[in-house]
T-cell receptor, first 117, second 114 residues
């Protein structure tokens, strides 16, 4: 049981380059999330998808776009990378955030360490 | 403003002692509370969830919830050097219908001294 799988694990980009971070989960979860984690800042939500077919902005969406390709996959795209986007990116899934009384624990992928030079 | 607050530490505890980690949150109607452990360079790993007032025990870990005081804590008994990590408190602050998932504290860095 793989859980949440992110690719790539490491990436170095030059300023202005674009790339897509891939995330897939095999737990049949409805809700998926992208976070970035920076020293002293904690986990900050970039974008989320409460269910297949919907996406919404989180706390820090500028410079990013997302696609919920199907129920399993949720990708994050950097169109023109900037040094301020150097961070560790985590994808997470929740069974269904629309039912908040139970089963709202988040499961995380292994992370992508991105450096923009 | 949705907030989850933790002392960033570092919290230094001798091996074999009890480590006590604390977290406060802003929304009185929150229903779901979680503790995650994150080793350096790794992803957060769920170690405890708690949904009702009182204590919940799982091995060496005990989560405590007091909704009236908007306070959740994690106790680690018989602390081991392998418990050295950053502990993240997470709260579902969206009982009113928001879908942006869990709100995380910035984490407490715990060091277990051999």
């Amino acid at each position: 049981n793989a859980g949440v799988t992110q690719t790539p694990k490491f990436q170095v980009l030059k300023t202005g380059q674009s790339m897509t971070l891939q995330c897939a989960q095999d737990m049949n979860h409805n809700s998926m999330y992208w976070y970035r984690q920076d020293p002293g800042m904690g986990l900050r939500l970039i974008y989320y998808s409460a269910s297949e077919g919907t996406t919404d902005k989180g706390e820090v969406p500028n410079g990013y776009n997302v696609s919920r390709l199907n129920k399993r996959e949720f990708s994050l795209r950097l169109e023109s990378a900037a040094p301020s986007q150097t961070s560790v990116y985590f994808c997470a899934s929740i069974k269904d955030i629309r039912f908040p009384m139970t089963n709202t624990e988040a499961f995380f992928g292994q992370g992508t360490r991105l450096t923009v030079v | 403003q949705k907030e989850v607050e933790q002392n960033s530490g570092p919290l230094s505890v001798p091996e074999g002692a009890i480590a006590s980690l604390n977290c406060t949150y802003s929304d009185r109607v929150s229903q779901s509370f979680f503790w995650y452990r994150q080793y350096s360079g790794k992803s957060p790993e769920l170690i405890m969830s708690i949904y009702s007032n009182g204590d919940k025990e799982d091995g060496r870990f005990t989560a405590q919830l007091n909704k009236a005081s908007q306070y959740v804590s994690l106790l680690i008994r018989d602390s081991q050097p392998s418990d050295s990590a950053t502990y993240l408190c997470a709260v579902n602050l969206n009982v009113g219908g928001g879908a942006d998932g869990l709100t995380f504290g910035k984490g407490t860095h715990l060091i277990i001294q051999p």
